[in-house]
């Protein structure tokens, strides 16, 4: 039974640092997902029982495997899943990862992931605890307890607080930068394309997939293929920005705001008002200089 876990959360460990190497990643992240699947595949005890017993800080005792690799197999073990990886291959299905919540069923994973751009555990549980998920109409806060705790149990070791959220937030000039990277490169035809398996009946690859680093932050870009962006008609516009900071994955979406102070300009959803006032001190600086 440790074995067959074991090497099945290593198999999935090597394709994401095959999809990593195709897609142009960074070599050093590709080597250290390789080496995790190494450790994994050497482990005498399944991960499964690593983590019922010493948790993700247990994982992450084991050598060559670090927070981010932790949370991956965490996500593996307790959903069978890893979003990364489904991403990667262009099979991302964020509404079906929130409807394996309690509470959240169809409907409302899919408002959850339209509206408010969740599309992982770590997210809702972000939005849990922030204050997004209790503006919601509907929302009662025995459900929203219930959602909480069940989040709890299955992120053990992880909370996720509206402070330290904050904290977490990527600096808005670097997720920018990020999204013009993605959008000049993109352009240029200089990105691997994957073939995403929603909106997208014949199979054709042409979503972008850019991988790129600022400091000790990892970053995916892909333009959003979501139901509301083809609706709307923005999948060449809206960009969704994933940052591994090395404690877990966050995302954010990048668009061009089309009505005041901030229109025409780049923003990013949810934190208008750190952009305008990213736009007027540039301003600033530009006539000083």
């Given amino acids: 039974m ?11 460990l090597d394709e994401v ?11 050093f992240r590709v080597a250290a997902y390789r080496r995790g699947a190494d450790a994994v595949r050497r ?3 399944p991960v499964s029982l690593v983590l019922e017993q010493r948790g993700v800080e247990g994982l992450e ?34 509404v079906a990862v929130l409807e394996s919540v309690p509470g959240v069923g169809p409907v409302f994973a899919q408002r ?15 939005a849990a605890h922030d204050g997004r998920l209790a503006q919601i109409a509907g929302i009662g806060e025995k459900r929203l307890a219930g959602i909480r ?14 402070d330290v959220a904050a904290e977490e937030q990527p600096p808005i000039d670097e997720v920018l930068s990020v999204d ?5 490169r993109a352009e240029a035809g200089q990105l691997k394309l994957i073939a995403p398996r929603r909106f997208n009946p014949e199979g054709k690859a042409w979503l972008p997939v850019l991988h790129t680093e600022r400091g000790e932050r990892r970053y995916t870009a892909l333009y959003s293929n979501t139901a509301r962006a083809h609706l709307f008609g923005r999948t060449r516009d809206w960009v969704v920005v994933y940052v591994d900071h090395g404690r877990g994955e966050r995302q954010c979406t990048v668009i061009t705001a089309r009505r005041g102070v901030l229109k025409g300009k780049r923003v990013i959803a949810g934190r208008e008002a750190e952009c305008a006032r990213y736009y007027v001190t540039r301003r600033t600086a530009a006539v000083v200089a």
């Avoid at 959850?112 to 809702?124: M, N, P, Q």
């Fill in 17 to 27: 640092a095959g999809l990593l190497e195709a897609q142009g990643a960074n070599a």
């Fill in 149 to 162: 705790d069940s989040l709890a149990g299955r992120l053990a070791g992880v909370r996720i607080g509206s």
């Fill in 61 to 94: 005792q084991v050598p060559h495997i670090g927070p981010s690799l932790a949370r991956a197999i965490r996500s593996i073990v307790d959903t069978g899943r890893l979003p990364m990886l489904d991403r990667l291959r262009g099979e991302s299905d964020a």
């Fill in 180 to 184: 013009r990277e993605y959008r000049s």
């Fill in 43 to 45: 482990l005498q005890e």
């Fill in 112 to 126: 959850l992931h339209e509206d408010l751009g969740i599309d992982s555990l770590e997210d809702l549980e972000a």
């Fill in 2 to 12: 440790a074995a067959s876990l074991n090497r099945d959360v290593a198999a999935r």
